[in-house]
């Protein structure tokens, strides 16, 4: 199993800035992609940034610019800066990993998910 752990949320004005941090334990080993989503009450949760073990980080336009996502393998911990933050950048943050599942990974879920952690953004 991959347990996460998310931190770092909170509640700030517009314009203003956040870092949200996730840490796995577990079969870390297993991991290929790392993460945020976020979720709004009402709407599907949509993908915010993710760093692929051996690829490159990636982001949704709505963040380009704004959010920097920092993912480091050896540590195994995701975090998200982010900037100039909307009221609609509102939600609830989730990490999330994605796993191999064939020859020693065998028998782990394709993925995990954190609890969230709650970002608020005022005007």
């Known amino acids: 199993q991959v347990h996460l752990v998310e931190s770092g949320g909170g509640s700030v004005h517009a314009e203003g800035s956040l870092r949200l941090s996730c840490t796995a334990s577990?079969?870390?080993?297993?991991?290929?992609?790392m993460t945020w989503y976020r979720q709004v009450p009402g709407k599907e949760r949509e993908f915010v940034a993710g760093a692929a073990r051996f690829g490159s980080t990636r982001y949704a336009d709505f963040v380009k610019g704004r959010f920097t996502l920092t993912a480091d393998y050896a540590k195994n911990t995701l975090s998200l800066q982010m900037n100039s933050l909307k009221p609609e950048d509102a939600a609830m943050y989730y990490c999330?990993?994605?796993?191999?599942?064939?020859?020693?990974?065998?028998?782990?879920?394709?993925?995990?998910w954190g609890q969230g952690t709650q970002v608020t953004v005022s005007p």
């Open positions: 999330r990993t994605a796993v191999l599942t064939d020859g020693t990974c065998g028998g782990l879920s394709p993925e995990f």
């Open positions: 577990g079969e870390t080993r297993c991991i290929h992609d």
